[in-house]
């Protein structure tokens, strides 16, 4: 049985990056991910309309990681506080064994191996300290910047769903 327990919240570090807890001051980056055409390109969700609709984002957001549902980071660069994407694990199973994580990137900070970065840390927190044995990611099977770090992280393709979505399953004993 894992543990999912999100208190105190979990900072994350690496080299480059400070993955914290989104506060309401991210509105204006939260804004500009879920309203950017080429972010919400492949993903299935209703973009942003305004400030506000990131605002109330923000708060569901932390109200579940209260309610220890899903944890969700703001991705930051050590040098700066500010928002430059999101990473998240969501959708545990009742036994807290299964999740799905869930990434993005203001564009100018895609190809610069950022996500990676993250990714590599967040997989490590939810096998480690929650102790998942799987994680599952959703993406479209034309979005090859996602398909190609999920296959970094030797993530496999299981199947494709009936909207375009190919399913991928890392194993933390693969
Ligand atoms: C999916 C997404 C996060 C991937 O971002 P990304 O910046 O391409 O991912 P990475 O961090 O793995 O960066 C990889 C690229 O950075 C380059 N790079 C530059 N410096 C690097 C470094 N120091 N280390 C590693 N890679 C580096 C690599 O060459 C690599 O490019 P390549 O795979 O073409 O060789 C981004 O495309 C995105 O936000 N898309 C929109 C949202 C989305 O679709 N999310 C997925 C939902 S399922």
């Not at 400070?18 to 080429?38: K, M, P």
């Not at 970065?117 to 998942?132: M, P, R, W």
């Not at 044995?133 to 299981?158: D, P, R, V």
Request: one cysteine or more.
């Amino acid at each position: 049985m894992g543990d999912r327990n999100f208190k105190p919240f979990p900072v994350l570090k690496t080299e480059r990056l400070t993955l914290r807890q989104l506060v309401s001051g991210d509105a204006n980056e939260i804004f500009a991910l879920r309203s950017d055409g080429n972010v919400n390109k492949y993903l299935d969700r209703k973009p942003s309309k305004s400030i506000d609709d990131a605002k109330i984002f923000i708060q569901t957001i932390n109200e579940n990681i209260q309610r220890n549902d899903s944890i969700y980071w703001a991705i930051t660069l050590n040098s700066t506080d500010k928002l430059i994407g999101t990473i998240c694990l969501f959708d545990f199973s009742d036994d807290n064994l299964k999740a799905e994580i869930g990434y993005e990137l203001l564009p100018g900070f895609q190809g610069k191996g950022i996500m990676q970065e993250a990714t590599s840390k967040v997989i490590e927190f939810g096998i480690q300290h929650i102790g998942l044995h799987s994680i599952e990611a959703y993406t479209h099977f034309e979005n090859q910047s996602s398909t190609k770090l999920l296959e970094k992280f030797n993530f496999k393709k299981h199947s494709v769903d009936g909207n375009n979505l190919m399913i991928f399953k890392l194993t933390s004993n693969d």
